[in-house]
Structures are given as structure tokens and as C-alpha cells.
Nanobody, 124 residues
Framework: QVQLLESGGELVQAGGSLRVSCVAF????????MGWFRQAPGKDREFVAA????????LYGDYVKGRFTISRDNAKNAVYLQMNNLQPEDTAVYYC?????????????????WGQGTQVTVSA
């Protein structure tokens, strides 16, 4: 059984930066694409970013493109989301997810394992 553990969420001021991390335990990592989603109170979970199995291809949600960067380290079973120029509307719980294959996707049905999330709060 795969377990995903996110960390790094915290309170940050608008315009600031933050990196959240996700480490995978108990199953394959390097053969699978990984994604980040987020969910704000009262809203649906939305796609943020994804990276394919070897890091060569990335996808981003339109509202984070140019500000966020996804990366992975297969030797550490880890995926990262570097977030710059954070805004209050980025406030959400950020979830890590493992894809069903090596290729990344924008929708939740691409992913079969999910972490518990890490809270990112951006103050104005």
C-alpha cells in the first residue's frame, strides 16, 4: 500500500514563497507520474501541477503557471512544489497524488493514491 506524506505548509505573507514536499512510502514511485492538487474551503479540489515519471514533462494549472514549479527526486521518492509570489487566493490544503501510470494528467481520475494534505495559508 502506497502512503504519501506531505509537509511544508505554513502561514506566509502575500508575495512570499514556500516549498511543499511529498514523500512516498511502501510502493513504486519512480515509474509513476505525480501530481499536486489543492482544495480551498467550500470549493472543489483543483489541479495545480503534475510531473511525469522521469521529470521530463510537467503540467500546470493556468492560475499557477509561471509562479509554481513542480519537481521530483526519484532517489528520495519525493516530489516538490515550489510556490512563488503567493497570493491569498492560493490559500488551500495542498494534496500530493500518485498517478496510475508514468504520464501526468490534469484530472483526479488519473490518480489512485492521495496524501492527507498540508495547509498553506497566505495572508494579505
Amino acid at each position: 500500500q502506497v502512503q504519501l506524506l506531505e509537509s511544508g505548509g505554513e502561514l506566509v505573507q502575500a508575495g512570499g514563497s514556500l516549498r511543499v514536499s511529498c514523500v512516498a512510502f511502501g510502493g513504486g514511485f519512480s515509474d509513476y507520474a505525480m501530481g499536486w492538487f489543492r482544495q480551498a474551503p467550500g470549493k472543489d479540489r483543483e489541479f495545480v501541477a503534475a510531473v511525469n515519471w522521469n521529470g521530463a514533462r510537467t503540467l500546470y494549472g493556468d492560475y499557477v503557471k509561471g509562479r509554481f514549479t513542480i519537481s521530483r527526486d526519484n532517489a528520495k521518492n519525493a516530489v516538490y512544489l515550489q510556490m512563488n509570489n503567493l497570493q491569498p487566493e492560493d490559500t488551500a490544503v495542498y494534496y500530493c497524488a500518485r498517478s496510475r501510470s508514468g504520464e501526468a494528467g490534469r484530472t483526479r481520475n488519473y490518480y489512485d493514491f492521495w496524501g492527507q494534505g498540508t495547509q498553506v495559508t497566505v495572508s494579505a
